[in-house]
């Protein structure tokens, strides 16, 4: 005689996709194929920019090491340690959903955001006096690589905002489901491909071969 328990037809013990639901494995890797794939091919596209930037450079070491010197290192590594402790936020938060731990996933994730946030400002701060010192797209092709590559990376920032906002405020109802938190490793490992991308545009733009 076959029997089937009753709580297994229950759609709360259901995985979004009709699947029971059943405890996330620790030794899986974090997130879906999907967003893996994305990152995948995003880096591809970055590493053929930092390509063809650096083909350029070579080309015009002069003019491309005198205009980088107009650019403030300050403002590149205020970026960059907004973005490592924002990262670090996110796999705080993460590890407090698995914990379902409500409030401090809220906690952390705000922190995380306002970091975006801080990251935001800067760069408007940063293109502001470049423009008005009179530096804008057209002035070279160093400065036009500058304004693409880091607005391209910037709109990235945008859309990570946007993620970690959406699973702040979806923490309360969602927290303590295998769903929300492969979704929040999904925005984890998006928000670290931002942080990483910025840790190698920095020194392409602000350092290397800086006289």
Known sequence: MRCRRAEDNHPSLHRYDGRPMTSLQPSRSPGTDGVWTF???????????????????????????????????????????????????????????????????????????????????????????????????????????????????????????FFIGYCRCAARLRVGTDRYVIGLENVGLFWHFVDVLWIFIFPLLYMVGRR
Request: hydrophobic share 60%; charged share 10%.
């Open 39 to 161: 990152v995948f091919i995003d880096m591809l596209i970055f590493l053929m920019m930092f390509i063809v930037f650096m083909s350029e450079r070579l080309r015009h070491v002069d003019l491309y090491s005198v205009s980088q010197l107009r650019l403030n290192d300050i403002f590149g590594l205020a970026n960059t340690l907004i973005l490592l402790t924002s990262s670090w936020m996110v796999v705080a938060a993460i590890q407090a959903a698995l914990a379902k731990d409500v409030s401090r996933v809220r906690w952390f994730l705000g922190w995380a955001w306002l970091l975006g946030l801080a990251f935001s400002v800067d760069k408007f701060a940063e293109y502001y006096l470049k423009i008005h010192a009179g530096i804008t797209p057209a002035t070279n092709s160093f400065f036009s690589f500058y304004f693409f590559i880091t607005i391209v990376h910037f709109l990235h920032v945008i859309a990570g905002m």
